[in-house]
């Protein structure tokens, strides 16, 4: 292509008339930069309108532009990336069977809508899966920091498996809190919740303490999962991980977790324990 | 005893770059031993054929963009050239001629050069979707106008990421008269950051975690240890979920930091006789990096910014934000080599080179500095904090407002400031989740040191500091005043004016051909950023009347204000952006349009 051959319509189209700059000529201290803003003769608030045209289609092809423009806009900013972050892949050694545990997110998309990816979950190492939990969803960030997330979660595991649509509010509280708080309407109609908060505390640029909690609650019983009403379930976490990198952390920590009220009665009444205090160790990575 | 063109050969040399792997230009290489010992008339035969190879002038110049692997440091990684070379040839023109430079495209995928500073035909200012299409692969494109400027200038891609992979390369345009400023001898001297991982890596890394980078953040050991900010700072500054150490976005922790293409262990070297009047042409042509350069020991006369000429004016240290120039002479008196070293401004790493008197003397390295922490100034809380802060001394504020009474005596009452108050924003700013901050109280700080160096105990240069050589030849006083904020998300990584991504189709900031307009840039960030506006200068309005300095690039430093007047006397539609490449790559960028009045 040469620029040659296509400079003379633009000539045509922009013309070419001096600048109008000499007619200011006479003008009184302060000048130049030291004059204010406004000072012109012609004073004005607002600038002239902007074009709808674009200068280089006058120039160059078109179609060329257009395609040229599409690209520039397209990587200034409306880039989609991803992430998936394991936060937690745990081993929790026990008197009786060894339990597990991971709890995960992803998500896709630009900066303000993404598709999000959660799951979490929980089991003894020999049996079946305890509980399990994937969901899938909208998540959109609301303000600087928070985001909404809707989706649909997906229950596994013990007793009858259950369906819910979601409704979570997640972000960085003042002080850099992660709090994350859920709504869930199963397909039976249950309503249930669940609060969580958790800080990173740099010991140093890659030692790492996370004290975490979180809280459970159902606002009606659902025997057959083995849920009471009210306040279900309690847990505080405390892990201290080494960030190798910072995609790769091995960790190990604390965790007590204990089954609270009618939820609590119906694991001792089904011969569980309700709950207690392990060691846990895991890795945290992410890409 | 020779004039600069004929002086320049002397540092022009074959032989590949120890640092490269054989990818550095001959402009950029450090003589070689066993070849200056002699400097008659053998090696400069040498010389001169070098010369003609990698110094590119004359009418028609040819550029070939490709790439290569090279090794900076320990990781292989792939750069992208000009005629084989990172950095890309030196190109030296005449004030006054006409060139055309045919730029051929051997890669994949497109391409283009944006000449730095140059004023030239929008058409041939090389930004792919604004001026022109593009160069397709394999494709030959021709730029051609009249060189109508004199001074030190650089070319860049401006297509993806190629900036940061290397295809960026010095321009230094002779006057068509005498120089204003006499000197002996002159080095380029074009500072980078080279990263192995891929920008576009970097970039999703931030997005990721926006901290990524960081490696020098508060530590509970620290606060132990007595470190940074006691415990009562360190609960506001969280309050406000605000990092004192955000300072670069990508750091020292995978970044090498390069002088012409040599890192600290490869010691890019200049030459010099004791004596002389050595003129030092500095470049940034960094992807994300703002560095503070010294030579200890050594005072620099500063002649040139983004340049243009400025009246001389001495200082011990400067800092030159991404995309601007610097020249500057120093006239070393003895032959003990003297340090180069420009030190990212987060103080994560920095790179020495050496002038030196004989090939092969090293320069002594020095050790990096504390890194500095962020103050309620750059928070945009400069027109409040007047008791509680530790300002530099011979700070003053040009334009800024009286300080709030309430907030003026003692420690800020962190709780009554609003770190986001939407009254503060002109009307057209979107306030969305990309808008974390709006600045409470900015000040003008162009008089300002530059961060890091508000207590260097000796002299730093400021905006205020520059002067033109020749005064403005518009001195009409601006018929309007523009407002536009640079705004940003540090934790969702995401950057704006007015809030508004490029991606997100904002219009155009017309202007109309001839009218003078003062544009204040309100930095509603914790970052500075270097703005560039294409095919025009402005006058930074710092209090010098007609001899405002003129300049491509201004570093609106965090949290504050910069003013600038702008004729539009080029007409056409034109970029404007800041200059830490993956801002501008998350949208903090614009077209501006000037178009008949």
Not at chain 1, 60 to 77: F, I
Not at chain 1, 122 to 131: I, W
Not at chain 2, 309 to 326: C, G, L, M, N, R
Not at chain 2, 405 to 421: I, Q, Y
């Amino acid at each position: 292509m040469s620029a040659r051959h296509l400079c003379a319509p633009l000539l045509l189209v922009l013309g070419a008339a001096p600048v109008g700059a000499q007619d200011m000529a006479h003008h009184h201290a302060p000048a130049g930069t030291d004059a204010a803003a406004g000072a012109a003769p012609a004073a004005e608030t607002f600038g002239p309108p902007a074009p709808a045209d674009h200068a280089a289609d006058a120039v160059w092809d078109p179609a060329a532009m257009a395609r040229a423009r599409r690209a520039l806009t397209a990587e200034a900013g409306g880039m989609t990336q991803s992430m998936l972050l394991v936060d937690q892949l745990e081993w929790q050694p026990a008197r009786g069977a060894d339990a597990y545990r991971w709890e995960a997110k992803g998500w896709w998309g630009g900066d303000i809508d993404r598709v999000a990816l959660e799951t979490r979950g929980e089991g003894e190492t020999g049996a079946p899966l305890d509980q399990g939990e994937v969901e899938v969803g909208w998540l959109h960030a609301i303000d600087p920091w928070f985001n909404v997330r809707a989706g649909v979660r997906q229950d596994f595991g013990k007793g009858p498996a259950r369906t819910h649509a979601a409704l979570t509010i997640e972000g960085l509280a003042p002080y850099w809190f992660d709090v994350e708080a859920s709504l869930f309407v199963s397909n039976k109609g249950e309503v249930s919740a669940r609060a969580e908060a958790s800080y990173d505390q740099r010991l140093t640029q890659r030692l790492i303490l996370q004290p975490r909690a979180e809280l459970n609650a159902a606002a009606s019983a659902v025997p057959a999962r083995g849920l009471g009403s009210g306040p279900t379930s309690a847990e505080l976490g405390l892990r201290l991980r080494y960030e190798i990198v910072r995609e790769f952390a091995p960790y190990a920590g604390l965790a007590w977790e204990r089954k609270l009220g009618g939820t609590a009665r119906l694991a001792r009444a089904a011969g569980e324990d309700s709950g207690g205090l392990r060691a846990v160790a895991g890795v945290r990575f992410w890409f | 005893m020779l004039d600069g063109r004929l002086n320049r050969r002397t540092m022009l040399r074959a032989g590949a770059g120890a640092a490269l792997g054989g990818v550095l230009p001959g402009w950029a290489a450090s003589p070689v031993q066993a070849m200056d010992r002699h400097g008659d008339g053998h090696g400069q035969a040498a010389n001169a054929a070098t010369a003609t190879r990698e110094v590119l002038s004359g009418a028609r110049i040819a550029l070939t963009i490709g790439q290569a692997p090279v090794r900076i440091g320990s990781q292989p990684g792939h750069a992208v050239t000009v005629n084989g070379t990172m950095p890309g040839p030196l190109i030296r023109l005449r004030e006054g001629q006409d060139v055309v430079l045919a730029v051929t495209n051997t890669l994949d995928v497109d391409t283009s050069i944006h000449w730095h500073g140059l004023l030239v035909p929008f058409q041939y200012d090389g930004v792919p979707g604004i001026s022109f299409p593009g160069i397709a692969p394999r494709q030959t494109f021709e730029y051609r106008f009249p060189v109508r400027q004199a001074g030190t200038y650089w070319y860049h891609s401006h297509s993806g990421m190629q900036e940061a992979m290397g295809l960026f390369g010095p321009i230094v345009i002779d006057p068509a008269g005498p120089e204003p400023v006499a000197f002996d001898r002159e080095h380029v001297v074009m500072l980078s950051d080279w990263s192995a991982v891929h920008p576009h890596a970097l970039l999703k890394r931030l997005k990721q975690m926006g901290g990524y980078y960081d490696r020098q953040k508060q530590t509970l050991a620290g606060l132990l240890a007595g470190r940074d900010q006691p415990l009562s700072e360190r609960l506001d500054w969280g309050r406000m979920r605000m990092d004192p150490t955000d300072i670069s976005d990508v750091t020292g922790s995978t970044y090498h930091y390069l002088v012409n293409g040599h890192d600290s262990a490869a010691n890019w070297t200049g030459l010099f006789t004791p004596g002389e009047r050595v003129r030092l042409r500095f470049v940034n042509a960094s992807a994300m990096t703002n560095f503070n350069v010294r030579l200890p020991g050594l005072a620099m006369t500063v002649i040139q910014a983004d340049g243009q000429d400025v009246e001389p004016v001495e200082t011990d240290e400067f800092q030159i934000a991404v995309a601007e120039t610097y020249d500057v002479i120093v006239t070393p008196q003895a032959a003990n080599p003297v340090a180069i070293i420009a030190e990212a401004i987060d103080r994560s790493g920095l790179c020495r080179a050496t002038l030196a008197p004989q090939p092969g003397l090293v320069a002594p390295m020095v050790p990096l500095r504390a890194r500095p922490l962020l103050t309620m100034r750059d928070m945009g809380m400069g027109g409040m904090d007047m008791a509680g802060m530790d300002m530099a001394a011979g700070t003053l504020d040009l334009s800024a407002p009286p300080p709030a009474p309430a907030a003026s005596a003692g420690h800020m009452d962190h709780g009554a400031m609003k770190m986001r108050d939407k009254s503060l924003a002109p009307p057209g700013m979107r306030l969305g989740p990309g808008v974390a901050t709006i600045s409470a109280a900015p000040v003008d700080r162009l008089a300002d040191r530059p961060t890091g160096l508000e207590d260097a105990d000796h002299r730093v240069l400021t905006y205020a500091d520059l002067r033109a050589r020749v005064p403005a030849a518009d001195r009409r006083a601006p018929g309007r005043e523009l407002e536009v904020h640079l705004t940003a998300n540090m934790e969702r990584y995401m950057w704006s004016f007015d809030g508004v991504k490029l991606s997100e189709n904002p219009a155009p900031l017309a202007f109309r051909e001839g009218e003078r307009v003062r544009v204040t840039l309100v930095n509603d960030t914790m970052m500075p950023h270097p703005i560039h506006l294409h095919g025009h200068f402005f006058e930074l309005v710092n209090g010098a009347d007609d001899k405002a300095p003129r300049k491509h690039t201004v570093n609106v430093l965090p949290g504050g204000k910069a003013s600038l007047d702008l004729t539009a006397d080029a007409r056409g539609d034109w970029a404007f952006h800041c200059h830490m490449l993956l801002h501008m790559h998350s949208g903090m960028f614009r077209v501006v349009t000037v178009r008949p009045a």
